[in-house]
């Protein structure tokens, strides 16, 4: 079977008889010879060698486990096209991503179905630390050995994750927009705008908390894991509410920037700082309603 490339597939009829994995974590990450940047090249390029870190392959995708994983499941989708970094995705991309989504529902469903408490997040880091594009699949109890610093939290619960649903609708506005079609610029992850969430406030997104411990990690994992208020919502996984506003995704976090070139200038990047700054804010949760010892 011949695998990479651009594939025509319907992901659906590939799926619909597929048993769904056991999920059986390996003890450790994969052994590294050389660059550790580029093990997930090495993977979608000869997968049979990693067998014990895949949970499952389709025609376009390895999904393998995430080598330090942050959670009870987590899982990263890896498309077997090579995109290098999150700043190569164009609309070019869009209906490779909409398989990721469609795939993500698919394990997040079967999952779910085993650990009705849990729920998940699907997206990327906005500031890859690998080679190749990929998806995590994290579910969002949080509650792993690896979870050691304010940052590991952060970058899947701050704007430094970018859900894939969000990926998805920027995307489509691009290919949507007038004069732009398929030559439309991808996306843009500026550093100095992304990395900043990692060194932000600690507060707890279970439903109805909203406690803020600052950068006390130690305080604030505790609460997380001890809290008894259900689980965020899912994110990523589903489509936005088209009455809601382009310039958020559907939990609030911000549009992601755009490359901006020629007449269309200055201006517009400066709109989308603020646009950017405003739904950060509406990002953070609500007070708890029983003051700073409240809410869970």
């Known amino acids: 079977m011949a695998f990479g490339g651009s594939l025509h597939v319907d992901l659906s009829a590939e799926l619909e008889d597929r048993v769904f994995p056991t999920y059986s974590a390996p003890l450790g990450p994969i052994p590294q010879s050389s660059s550790w940047q580029d093990v997930l090249l090495k993977v979608i390029e000869t997968p049979e060698k990693y067998e014990d ?36 995705l164009n609309v070019g991309h869009l209906d ?5 989504r ?22 990327m880091h906005t500031i890859a630390s690998l080679h190749q594009v990929h998806f995590h699949v994290i579910s969002q109890d949080f509650d792993s050995e690896r979870v050691k610093h304010a940052k590991h939290w952060l970058s899947f619960n701050s704007p430094f994750f970018a859900p894939l649903s969000l990926l998805i609708e920027q995307l489509e506005g691009h ?16 550093p100095a705008r992304y990395e900043p969430y990692l060194k932000g406030p600690l507060r707890c997104n279970r439903t109805g908390c909203g406690r803020d411990f600052g950068r006390e990690f130690k305080k604030f994992q505790q609460h997380y894991l001890s809290c008894t208020l259900p689980l965020p919502p899912n994110r990523g996984l589903d489509e936005p509410s088209r009455g809601k506003s382009a310039a958020s995704s559907p939990s609030g976090e911000p549009a992601l920037k755009k490359k901006k070139t020629g007449a269309e200038g200055e201006a517009a990047n400066e709109g989308a700082k603020s646009i950017s700054t405003a739904a950060a804010a509406a990002a953070a949760p609500a007070a708890p309603a029983g003051g700073d010892d409240g809410g869970g």
């Open 96 to 100: 490779l991503l909409k398989d990721a």
């Open 175 to 190: 290919a949507n927009r007038k004069g732009w079609g398929s030559l439309a610029p991808p996306l843009e992850f500026p």
């Open 53 to 88: 870190h895949i949970f499952m392959q389709t025609l376009k995708f390895v999904v393998m486990y995430d080598g330090y994983p942050k959670a009870n499941n987590h899982l990263l989708i890896v498309p077997r096209q090579k995109i290098l970094t999150p700043n190569a």
């Open 102 to 123: 469609r795939l993500a529902q698919w394990i997040v469903q079967r999952l779910r179905a085993k650990s009705p408490h849990l729920t998940f997040a699907c997206g």
